[in-house]
């Protein structure tokens, strides 16, 4: 590396989401450098409008479920050779992995293991503190830095014997406008209207296989106790006519919405949602949005998740709401298959559709996290992240 050459960056995602992560951090790294960096690697079509063209198609590897990853697995292998081989030719000047850590990870050993001096800077930490702490220690021996989307997960790495580890906030808090309610957006319970409840069963055709049903008779529960509110339910474009087919029945039929805009103000002016536990419990406690979490699993990770309770040290969590976890505390009411009797949950969401304590000690909480998930700078997510690449790239 010479004096005003360019930056070499390579960085590799699995999925979508980290897509989108790679996509903010080239345009913070661009900004930031003091010279011209150049991308390669794996990522998706936002990075490739960035300028950096993928290796092959995520569509390659990015497979969820046992079973699509059995079928998919020689495939995955070679693709992950593939782009280790690419990495360790290309001598870049820092590997970036961000999520996706069953791929991720494979790629950054093997490139470790043929470049033992090149920094890895692995962008989202893997669930250690949650469940298979080992993970942490066997990341310490091929990741240089963790870049954490959680204020708690540095702490927990240094305790897990983990790689270094710093908070640069989760990209929610960079784009307040979406998820504060403007005036007149949320109108207050007490105007009389209709309070707007969300329906969030995901956004994959498993969680709507196990979920939407189970929704719709907490519905017709709250219906039949005289509970009066306007069911709005957003969905990705692809499950939009199955989903308008199966709620036609339920008692008080949703409003289905479609797209990222229609989805935010939903969000803005909704007074509660009934919720699939996932990123969505982050953003609706960013938003404001008092909830009840649910999450049934599907029969293999369910016997997987029992058996992996047995065994001491492995299972090192007790809630599963991302919101939760962050506050330490169950402020959300949580309700894990098989505790899912459609009155149980009508029992936790009707006081959140009226003022009620349930309902203010809810907003509490996430006024809360808002302060904990703050960057002291106030600067975006990107740039910090950025901060950490650079650094190690021009140590």
């Known amino acids: 590396m010479t004096e005003g050459s360019p ?29 011209p960096v150049e991308f390669f690697g794996v990522g998706g079509d936002r990075m490739a409008a960035d300028g950096m063209p993928s290796l ?95 204020p708690f997960e540095p702490a927990a790495l240094e305790r897990l014997k983990g790689p270094e580890a710093t908070y640069v906030g989760h990209p929610l808090i960079d784009r307040p406008e979406l998820l504060t309610a403007a005036p007149g957006e949320r109108p207050p319970l ?10 969030l069963p995901g956004s994959r055709s498993g969680e709507i296989d196990r979920m939407l049903a ?36 339920w008692a008080v039929r949703p409003q289905v919405v479609t797209g990222e805009a229609t989805k935010w103000a939903a969000f803005r002016s909704a007074h509660a949602a009934l919720a699939t536990s996932g990123t969505v419990t982050l953003e609706l406690a960013l938003a404001g949005v008092p909830s009840v979490i649910a999450y049934a699993r599907d029969p293999l990770f369910r016997l997987v998740s029992e058996v992996a309770r047995r065994i001491p040290g492995l299972v090192n969590i007790s809630m599963f709401g991302l919101a939760n976890i962050i506050l330490g505390e169950k402020a959300s009411p949580e309700f894990l298959d098989p505790d899912l009797a459609p009155e149980r949950l009508a029992d936790a969401l009707a006081p959140l559709l009226s003022e009620t304590t349930a309902r203010a000690e809810q907003l509490a909480a996430f006024a809360r996290l808002r302060d904990m998930m703050a960057l002291p700078d106030g600067r975006p997510a990107a740039d910090t992240a950025a901060d950490v690449v650079l650094r190690l790239a021009t140590r």
């Open 190 to 199: 007490a105007d009389g209207a209709p309070p707007t409840l969300l329906v």
């Open 214 to 249: 189970l929704y719709g008779r907490v519905l017709d529960v709250l219906s039949a106790r005289g509970v009066v509110f306007r069911p709005v339910l957003p969905a990705v474009e692809r499950l939009r006519a199955r989903i308008e087919e199966e709620t036609s029945g």
């Open 56 to 150: 092959f198609s995520l569509h390659d590897i990015a497979v969820m479920g046992f079973g699509p990853v059995v079928k998919r697995l020689p495939l995955i292998q070679l693709r992950t050779a593939e782009t280790a081989g690419a990495v360790i030719a290309g001598r870049p000047d820092v590997l970036v992995i961000i999520d996706s850590p069953d791929f991720t990870h494979r790629v950054a050993h093997d490139v470790r293991a043929a470049l033992p001096n090149l920094p890895i800077v692995d962008y989202v930490c893997p669930s250690v503190w949650a469940w298979r702490p080992n993970r942490a220690r066997r990341m310490a021996s091929y990741v240089d830095h963790v870049l954490a989307l959680l």
């Open 7 to 35: 930056l070499r960056v390579a960085i590799v995602v699995g999925e979508e989401s980290g897509d989108q992560l790679g996509a903010r951090l080239m345009a913070a790294l661009k900004r930031l450098s003091m010279r």
